[in-house]
């Protein structure tokens, strides 16, 4: 079995949950749009230069992405909100920003496009993934106020164990084991069992301690 850091995981476990709670209404979108623009010739060409045009400039994100050019990554991303704002590749994108900025370094750079992602995406998947990723990075800035009022918003119940998890993370950075051993078993009950992610939850709940006795 191929072996996972920490950030690669908890992208896996983001996947998971937003393919259980979207995987078949996407397929059934593809289908429909599919048949949609089979039906008209000139809308089909339309598309196909749109998408070709979206895909190819996709492509070069992945190349900066893949170069560590954080800056070009963002440019790309803001060409795609401009261009094609309602596309799932705009979305995309923007996650991918904040993802370049955060390895980068620049944190606050970061910020901006998940928020974006919170108040344009049309899923309510991408819009809890982008939460989860914006309260960590208000936890490593040490704002946690921001980063449990994020965790605080309603979310799809396949991320109930993540943003249980985050949410434990920023407990303990507070100090508060007993509220942190709260959240930690929360989200070890919410996993799934076949999760390699589980084990580190169980890592995180072992590492708060036992609860303190009362006298």
Not at 16 to 39: N, P
Not at 119 to 145: F, M, P, T, V, W
Not at 188 to 212: C, T
Request: net charge neutral; charged share 25%.
């Amino acid at each position: 079995m191929a072996a996972y850091n920490l950030e690669e995981q908890e992208t896996i476990e983001i996947l998971k949950a937003w393919w259980k709670d979207y995987g078949k209404l996407v397929l059934l979108m593809l289908l429909a749009f599919l048949l949609s623009i089979a039906a008209v010739q000139g809308w089909r060409f339309y598309q196909r230069g749109q998408a070709a045009n979206a895909a190819a400039l996709y492509a070069d994100l992945v190349a900066a992405q893949t170069a560590g050019d954080a800056k070009r990554v963002q440019e790309i991303a803001d060409t795609f909100t401009k261009s094609f704002p309602g596309s799932g590749y705009a979305v995309l994108a923007q996650l991918e920003a904040a993802k370049a900025s955060h390895a980068a370094g620049d944190k606050d750079a970061a910020i901006a496009p998940l928020r974006w992602v919170i108040a344009n995406a049309s899923e309510a998947a991408a819009q809890d993934a982008a939460r989860l990723r914006l309260a960590g990075i208000y936890l490593d800035k040490k704002d946690y106020e921001q980063a449990l009022q994020l965790l605080q918003q309603k979310h799809g119940a396949a991320f109930n164990a993540l943003y249980a998890d985050r949410r434990g993370d920023v407990l303990v950075a507070q100090g508060k084991a007993d509220e942190a051993r709260a959240a930690y078993q929360q989200a070890l009950e919410q996993s799934d069992a076949q999760s390699g992610y589980r084990n580190l939850i169980q890592l995180k709940l072992d590492g708060v301690g036992p609860a303190r006795e009362t006298k």
